[in-house]
RNA sequence: GCGGGCGUAGCUCAGGGGUAGAGCGUCAGCUUCCCAAGCUGAAUGUCGUGGGUUCGAAUCCCAUCGCCCGCUCCA
C-alpha cells in the first residue's frame, strides 16, 4: 500500500466535505432555500455514523458498565446511570451557573480598526486641547489606564512632550456606558472619532419564550449544555435510584450556541449534540477521579480509532486553573482544517470541585473568590438567588453529609464524528485487474462506528448467485446493518463500499455454489480468505467487540 | 461583525450579452469467476436566490444567502 495522505495536507478537507456530501454521510441544512450557517443535517450515512459514535459512548458509559468491579486507575467501584432532561430549562438555571453572565454581552465594532470590544470594558476620560473636545477610551489595568490615555491623547492631538500641560482632563474615568456622545469618542485602537458602532446585544445563548403571551417574564433559553440538567436532577436521582457516591449521570443531547462565526463543517456550529458526564465523589478523592476520568476518556478515543499522533490531551496550566479546580484537560485533534501543528477540542475533563451544586444551592457562586461565596449584586444581596435546595449528600455508612466534588467529561458527539471520519479517510492506491495501480479512497472506520458493516456481493449477476447472496443476506441483516448489490463489476463495488467505510465484503462465487464457502475481504487490506457462511457474523462481531 | 475569494448537472470544472458543455458518477442493458474508468444506450440543470440594465442576462450592475481564507468573537 502507497502511503496514505495524511490529515493536515493540501485540499485534504474539501475532499472530505465532498465525501461527505457525496455519499450521504452530512448536507447543509436548508439546502434547497439556500442554507443554514451553522447547521448541517447527517444523511443516511451519516446519521449511524454518529449513532454508533452516541451508542459506543452510551456503551462505554453506562450500559456496559460494570458497578461492582474495581476497574484499572480507578480509587474504587462506583456506579454509572443515564437521564434525558429538557432543552428548555428554568431562566435561573443559567444564571446561576454563569452562563447568562458569560454569554450575554453588550458589544461595540470599531469601523476604522475592525475590532470589536466588550461595551463594558471600554473605559477611558475626557479630555480638551486646542479648543476640541475628545473622550479617549482605553482598555487597560486600572494603574495603566491614565498612561495610556495621555499617550493617545498626546498623539490625537497632535502634541510634543512638552506641551504636555495643554491637555485639560476634564473628570475621572468613567465606563463608555455613561458616555452619549458617540461621535467624539476615540476608539481604543482608532486614529480618528467616532468609529464605534452602537452598542448592539450579543447573546450567545438562543432565546425563545414559554407561552403564547411574549413578555420579558416568559424568556426562555435553549440550553447552551446538558450538563445544568444533570446537576438539577441531582437530588432526583439520589432519592430515587439507590446510587451512592461516588457515581456519575450521563447525558446525551443537543445544545445550542449562537456562535458569532460558525465554521470548519460541523466543528463549529449553532446546534450540537453532546455527550456529559458528571461524576459525583467525596472532595477527599477527587483528584483521583480526575486522572482516572481524564485517562480513561483519553483510552476511549484510541481505542475507535484515534490512535496515532493527531490526538493529544492538553492539561491545563496551573495558572489557567480556577482555584477551586485541581485539574482540567482537553483532549485536542488535528484537524484538518486547522493549521498543522494546531489542535481542535474534542472534549474538556475538568474537576468542578463543588461549584455547580453549591450555585445552584446558595446562589450563583463568584469563581474568583477564594475560598468560593456567593457572588453579590449592587444592592449587597446574591446576584442570582439559587434553589434554596439542599444539595448535599448523606454517606449512608459513615453519616458524613458534604457537598460531593464534580468531575465533567463534556464531549461534543459531532465534532467526535466528524474527527473519526477525518481519521478514517485515507487514499492508497490498489491495482486494478490489468495490474495497472489506481486510486482507492476508504474510510478505514472501526468496525463498531462503520455505518454498514458488512456487504454482500454476488460475483456476477447469473448462476443463481444473486439467490444465494440475498439469502446470506437476509440473515446477516438480522444482527447488523448490511448492505446488497448485484450491480457492475466487482471491484468497483468493492471501491464503493471501501468510500463509506464498510469493513468486510462477503462475496458469492462459482465455489459457493459447490463447496458452500464464502470469500471475506478485509476494507484494509484488501485480503479474502473462504469461510463458512455461518462464520460471517462472528467474523463481523469479534472486529466490533476490539 | 469586517476584508478578500468563490457559487454553472450528483461531483470536478469549462464557457463569458443571442436561448447550456466536458469528464467522472448515476440508471438500463450487454460483457465479466475477484479489486473503479470494457461496450451500447439513457436521464439530469429556470447557471445560488431576488431585483435592475437590455430587444435579449449564466454572462453586466445592485442586493441577499451560502461556502472558503484572514481578522474579530467564542470554549
Not at 202 to 230: C, H, K, W, Y
Not at 258 to 273: A, C, G, K, L, Y
Not at 327 to 344: N, R
Not at 439 to 455: E, I
Amino acid at each position: 500500500m502507497a502511503a496514505a495522505e495524511s490529515p493536515g495536507e493540501g485540499r485534504m478537507m474539501e475532499k472530505i466535505v465532498s465525501l461527505c456530501r457525496r455519499r450521504g454521510f452530512l448536507f447543509q441544512s436548508s439546502e434547497i432555500y439556500g442554507g443554514m450557517n451553522g447547521c448541517w443535517d447527517y444523511g443516511p450515512l451519516g446519521v449511524e455514523l454518529k449513532r454508533n459514535v452516541k451508542d459506543a459512548w452510551w456503551r462505554d458509559m453506562i450500559s456496559a458498565h460494570d458497578d461492582i468491579s474495581v476497574l484499572a486507575g480507578a480509587p474504587a467501584a462506583f456506579e454509572m446511570v443515564g437521564l434525558d432532561s429538557t432543552i428548555l430549562m428554568h431562566p435561573q438555571v443559567w444564571k446561576c451557573s454563569g452562563h447568562y453572565d458569560l454569554f450575554h454581552d453588550m458589544m461595540v465594532d470599531c469601523r476604522e480598526s475592525k475590532k470589536r470590544y466588550r461595551f463594558d470594558q471600554i473605559r477611558g476620560r475626557w479630555v480638551e486641547a486646542k479648543g476640541r473636545r475628545a473622550f479617549v477610551a482605553v482598555i487597560a489595568d486600572a494603574d495603566a489606564e491614565q498612561e495610556v490615555a495621555h499617550a493617545r491623547a498626546m498623539k490625537f492631538f497632535n502634541l510634543r512632550g512638552k506641551d504636555a500641560d495643554k491637555l485639560v482632563w476634564d473628570g475621572e474615568f468613567i465606563s463608555l456606558e455613561d458616555v452619549g456622545e458617540v461621535e467624539e469618542v476615540l476608539a481604543p485602537d482608532a486614529k480618528t472619532l467616532g468609529s464605534l458602532t452602537e452598542p448592539r446585544e450579543f447573546n450567545l445563548m438562543f432565546q425563545t419564550n414559554i407561552g403564547a403571551v411574549v413578555d420579558v417574564e416568559s424568556t426562555a433559553f435553549l440550553r447552551p449544555e446538558t450538563a445544568q440538567g444533570i446537576f438539577c436532577n441531582f437530588k432526583n436521582v439520589v432519592d430515587s435510584s439507590r446510587v451512592q457516591i461516588p457515581f456519575g449521570i450521563a447525558q446525551i443531547g443537543k445544545s445550542f450556541r449562537n456562535e458569532i462565526t460558525p465554521r470548519n463543517f460541523t466543528f463549529r456550529v449553532r446546534e450540537f449534540e453532546q455527550m456529559e458526564m458528571e461524576f459525583f465523589c467525596h472532595p477527599s478523592q477527587s483528584s483521583e477521579w480526575y486522572r482516572f476520568w481524564r485517562d480513561r476518556r483519553m483510552a476511549w478515543y484510541q481505542a475507535h480509532g484515534l490512535s496515532g499522533e493527531h490526538l493529544i490531551m492538553r492539561e491545563h496550566a496551573e495558572d489557567e486553573l480556577s482555584h477551586y479546580s485541581t485539574g482540567t484537560a482537553d483532549i485536542e485533534y488535528a484537524f484538518p482544517f486547522l493549521p498543522p501543528g494546531s489542535f481542535g477540542e474534542l472534549e474538556g475533563i475538568a474537576h468542578r470541585g463543588d461549584f455547580d451544586l453549591r450555585s445552584h444551592s446558595e446562589g450563583k457562586l463568584d469563581p474568583n473568590s477564594n475560598p468560593l461565596v456567593v457572588e453579590l449584586g449592587e444592592n449587597g444581596k446574591p446576584k442570582y438567588k439559587g434553589s434554596g435546595k439542599d444539595l448535599s449528600y448523606r454517606d449512608p455508612v459513615s453519616n458524613e453529609r458534604f457537598i460531593p466534588h464534580v468531575i465533567e467529561p463534556a464531549a461534543g458527539a459531532d465534532r467526535a464524528a466528524l474527527a473519526f471520519l477525518c481519521e478514517a479517510y485515507c487514499e492508497d492506491e490498489a491495482p486494478d485487474d490489468s495490474g495497472k495501480l489506481q486510486s482507492r479512497t476508504v474510510l478505514r472506520f472501526h468496525p463498531r462506528l462503520a455505518p454498514t458493516k458488512v456487504a454482500v456481493l454476488p460475483l456476477v449477476k447469473k448462476d443463481g448467485m444473486p439467490e444465494y447472496a440475498q439469502g446470506l443476506y437476509r440473515e446477516l441483516k438480522k444482527e447488523f446493518p448490511v448492505f446488497y448489490d448485484e450491480k457492475s463489476a466487482v471491484g468497483r463495488r468493492y471501491r464503493r463500499q471501501d468510500e463509506i467505510g464498510t469493513p468486510f465484503c462477503v462475496t458469492i462465487d462459482g465455489e459457493t455454489l459447490s463447496d458452500g464457502t464464502v470469500t471475506i475481504r478485509d476494507r484494509d487490506t484488501m485480503e479474502q480468505r473462504r469461510v463458512k457462511p455461518d462464520e460471517v457474523v462472528e467474523i463481523v462481531r469479534r472486529a466490533m467487540r476490539t
